[in-house]
């Protein structure tokens, strides 16, 4: 009786609890702190290995990002006339595997630059260095659940997370219910995934509102050496 209402607390409820946090509470802060409102760059600090880090780490994000987004709020019937969902699975081991790997990498490169550097870890709060390992941590247990989906290759237990996501995104109603036989990975990583979601306004996350698009479309600047 306990782990049933716990299931559905933690994936019935818990979604929304941290959907609301994440909205409401990143226009809070933008509206109140927007001195806050930054990535909080360490990179004049030191500059060793920052760029390949920097860059390995938000390549796998960015990847990780969209193919969660897609992979998961995409209904069957809409690629099931063309990609069997065995296939799908195949290819989110494949691309969700590398792009685990960047994270990891490029991650606990930075983390062990912000716990090591004596003038990193001075200007770093505590907040930066806690979403850093979550989500260090986050992609490591991502690797592991792809373990864990080469006994699944029939796609459906990708089905039932999906099924699970998009019932709580379309308010379908009875989600935690699809969680009921879902191995104790996937639980773990999806209520991570929520925490990580929930402690976004509370973190330097909240610099990926404020993604520079306007400079796809900027005209360049010509400088120019003093003669």
Same mark, same amino acid.
């Not at 929520?194 to 306007?214: D, E, K």
């Given at each position: 009786?306990?782990?049933?209402?716990?299931?559905?607390?933690?994936?019935?409820?818990?979604?929304?609890?941290?959907?609301?946090?994440?909205?409401?509470?990143?226009?809070?802060?933008?509206?109140?702190?927007?001195?806050?409102?930054?990535?909080?760059?360490?990179?004049?600090?030191?500059?060793?290995?920052?760029?390949?880090?920097?860059?390995?780490?938000?390549?796998?994000?960015?990847?990780?990002?969209?193919?969660?987004?897609?992979?998961?709020?995409?209904?069957?019937?809409?690629?099931?006339?063309?990609?069997?969902?065995?296939?799908?699975?195949?290819?989110?081991i494949l691309i969700g595997g590398i792009a685990g790997v960047l994270v990891l990498i490029g991650g606990g490169m930075l983390l062990h630059r912000r716990l090591?550097?004596?003038?990193?870890?001075?200007?770093?709060?505590?907040?930066?260095? =806690?979403?850093?390992?979550?989500?260090?941590?986050? !992609?490591?247990?991502?690797?592991?659940? $792809? %373990? *864990? +989906?080469? @006994?699944? =290759?029939?796609?459906?237990?990708?089905?039932?997370? !999906?099924?699970?996501?998009?019932?709580? $995104? %379309? *308010? +379908?109603? @009875?989600?935690?219910?699809?969680?009921?036989?879902?191995?104790?990975?996937?639980?773990?990583?999806?209520?991570?995934?929520?925490?990580?979601?929930?402690?976004?306004?509370?973190?330097?996350?909240?610099?990926?509102?404020?993604?520079?698009?306007?400079?796809?479309?900027?005209?360049?600047?010509?400088?120019?050496?003093?003669?």
């Amino acid at each position: 009786m306990f782990v049933e209402y716990l299931q559905h607390l933690i994936y019935g409820y818990y979604p929304y609890l941290a959907g609301t946090v994440f909205l409401v509470g990143s226009l809070l802060r933008y509206d109140q702190g927007q001195f806050t409102w930054k990535t909080g760059s360490s990179q004049m600090l030191s500059t060793k290995n920052m760029r390949l880090a920097s860059n390995l780490f938000h390549i796998g994000i960015i990847v990780i990002f969209f193919g969660h987004l897609f992979g998961m709020l995409t209904p069957h019937w809409v690629y099931a006339p063309f990609l069997e969902a065995g296939t799908k699975q195949v290819l989110a081991i494949l691309i969700g595997g590398i792009a685990g790997v960047l994270v990891l990498i490029g991650g606990g490169m930075l983390l062990h630059r912000r716990l090591t550097n004596p003038r990193v870890k001075a200007s770093s709060s505590t907040m930066d260095t =806690l979403i850093l390992a979550i989500l260090v941590f986050q !992609a490591g247990l991502g690797i592991v659940t $792809v %373990f *864990f +989906s080469l @006994g699944h =290759l029939d796609g459906e237990m990708m089905l039932t997370l !999906a099924s699970w996501a998009q019932s709580i $995104v %379309f *308010f +379908s109603g @009875g989600a935690a219910d699809y969680m009921a036989e879902v191995s104790w990975i996937y639980k773990l990583h999806i209520f991570l995934g929520l925490t990580i979601i929930l402690l976004f306004p509370f973190s330097r996350l909240v610099h990926v509102w404020s993604l520079p698009l306007g400079y796809l479309g900027r005209r360049y600047q010509i400088v120019r050496r003093r003669g």
